[in-house]
């Protein structure tokens, strides 16, 4: 691999085992700059084991990584000095204020005093929490504390932001801010590399996606790309009452001898379809069943049926191996 290169992360053959366990079996990875790359799969699929061998927190077994030109081995001071880490817990201290918070951390890393408080007030401002930046942390929403946790990973703006389950317990509203937030790094010039379970996450911010399935990457590409991977389009809809989705995926797995998918949108189902006639046929077998159709429209699978069709279980499935 090339110091030169334009890839932020290079990685071939990596592989950490616990005991028995082989939490990341044989990964590799090619990560562009300047981009949001997904890292795609269920809990214990290996996606965590993964991101801290690449930020340099776990040795590898096996294989080899480049981050920004550095092997994260022999060169992981390099390393460090152009990543940040935000995890799947805040890194926060919740007896300490917003801004104490942001203040602390940039006095260690090297800020004056006047440095790290004018740092930690456009901080504040950035990310809306200059109306709360002298409540304790322990007082924040969930939606607060993550913009304050991502926020103190940004107190030196790094070359290259891993986010570890970014959205994990937030609701719809402060995961859209979050997702505002990424979109926002990357605009300046940083590097994002988006560690999710959620396939919507991925499919709004990522341009790039590998799916990890037990320890390993088996599918990666654009999510265009991974979506005509399926070979066949999808009927999406919604029915007008939410209660009777129940009986639309009965109907339609019945009509159509396929898998249906639900949405998070609790009226809104998705399901495999040979052609635009055999959607239409579909939609008027539940009308004509009582079941009123909001709307529909036919086009690529979702990344849901694309996970199901790499791993033959749905997405949020438990992997067999638990990665540490």
Known sequence: MSSRSPLAIE??????????????????LAVPAGTVYGVLGPNGAGKSTTIRMLATLLRPDGGRARVLGHDVVTEAAAVRDRISLTGQLASVDEELTGRENLLLLGRLLGYSRRGAAE?????LLAFGLTDAAGRLAKHYSGGMRRRLDIAASLVVTPDLLFLDEPTTGLDPRSRNEVWEIVRALVTRGTTVLLC???????????????????????????????KASVGRSALHLRVEDPAQRAEAEALLTRGLDAEVTLEPDPTALSVPVGDAGQAAEA???????????????????????????LTGRPAGTEAEEVAA
Do not use: C, H, N, W
């Open 11 to 28: 990685a071939e053959g990596l592989v950490k085992t616990f005991g028995d366990t082989r939490a990341v079996d044989g990964a590799d």
């Open 119 to 123: 740092r930690a007030e456009q901080l």
């Open 196 to 226: 999710t379970q959620y396939l919507d996450e991925a499919d709004q911010l990522a341009s790039r996606i590998a799916v990890i399935d037990r320890g390993s990457v088996i599918a990666e590409g654009t999510p265009s790309q991974l």
């Open 283 to 309: 939609v008027t077998a539940l009308v004509d069943a009582g079941v009123p159709v909001a709307g529909f429209g036919v086009g690529q699978p979702s990344l849901d049926e694309v996970f199901l069709a």
